[in-house]
């Protein structure tokens, strides 16, 4: 009994952090998509400002110069759209192991191009839970999808 319990108390902590990412990444996809990543120079903008934030010789900054701002609009889309399927995935449950490690993958990746915080490698490791236990299984559409494609590692 006790087990139980505390099997279903976990469950509903995991449950609860996947929704709080989901809010994360919505709050910030919202925020792309109102400052219009897609249609206009303003992450170009914003990559020449932290140009001079940072130091001149770190990694971050010859990044940002070299491949940032020459592909800043590759770098918009993916920024925008991904954090959008992310909120997604996590707010329904779909794909929601890959939408985690994306997750990851992106605060890792803003980490080392230039937007060091030591709170983004904390924050990226908010998500490892989410990639080892299968909270869409537990309540989100990968369960259903996962009856439908059994053999497919996208709904475990």
């Not at 990044?63 to 909120?87: D, K, R």
């Not at 490791?125 to 494609?149: E, K």
Request: aromatic fraction near 16%.
């Amino acid at each position: 009994m006790i087990g139980t319990h505390t099997e279903r108390l976990g469950r509903g902590a995991l449950l609860a952090l996947r929704y709080l990412m989901a809010l994360f990444f919505a709050a910030a996809a919202t925020n792309k998509w109102r400052q219009q990543y897609l249609f206009t120079d303003r992450l170009h903008s914003i990559f020449t400002e932290r140009l001079t934030e940072i130091d001149p010789e770190s990694f971050g900054a010859w990044f940002l110069e070299h491949v940032g701002l020459p592909h800043y609009e590759i770098f918009a889309a993916m920024v925008c759209l991904g954090e959008t399927a992310i909120a997604l995935g996590l707010f329904f449950g779909c794909i929601t192991r890959g939408a985690a490690l994306g997750a990851m993958l992106m605060m890792f990746s803003f980490a080392i191009g230039g937007y060091y915080d030591a709170s983004l490698i904390v924050l990226g490791l908010m998500f490892l839970p989410l990639v080892l236990w299968p909270t869409g299984q537990w309540f989100g559409l990968d369960r259903r999808l996962h009856a439908r494609w059994p053999d497919s590692t996208l709904f475990r």
